[in-house]
């Protein structure tokens, strides 16, 4: 499986955009997939995540009730829509992807669990 991020920008804070993740090349949609980012001189960091069957998603605190994450109705696509975007949003987005049985948050938010990584795409968030 191959991960292409795609849908960031530049835009103003209190916009919306929407990123996705295109899987391609195997069984994308038994994947369990993440978002994470990653600011100038910071750690990666979680940001959403989804199980395989879309029927669990995970938030970082930073972004919960602002973006949201979800499969396609293919499930070779995962989008994650954010809204209210502000300056300390600004990052390389991620997307990720895990065929390992991954259940809970704090397997979600690890690095580690993942062996598939997009290339990244950047958001920029003016104030």
């Known amino acids: 499986v191959q991960l292409q991020a795609s849908g960031g920008g530049l835009v103003q804070a209190g916009d919306s955009l929407r990123l996705s993740c295109l899987g391609s090349?195997?069984?994308?949609?038994?994947?369990?997939v993440s978002w994470f980012r990653q600011a100038p001189r910071k750690e990666r960091e979680f940001v959403a995540g989804?199980?395989?069957?879309?029927?669990?998603?995970y938030y970082a605190d930073s972004v919960k009730g602002r973006f949201t994450i979800a499969r396609g109705n293919g499930k070779e696509v995962v989008y994650v829509d954010m809204n209210r975007l502000k300056p300390e949003d600004t990052a390389v987005y991620y997307c990720?992807?895990?065929?390992?049985?991954?259940?809970?948050?704090?397997?979600?938010?690890?690095?580690?669990?993942?062996?598939?990584w997009g290339q990244g795409t950047q958001v920029t968030v003016s104030s």
């Open positions: 990720a992807a895990t065929d390992r049985p991954i259940h809970y948050y704090n397997d979600y938010r690890k690095t580690d669990e993942y062996e598939i």
């Open positions: 090349g195997g069984s994308f949609s038994s994947y369990a």
């Open positions: 989804i199980s395989w069957s879309g029927g669990t998603t």
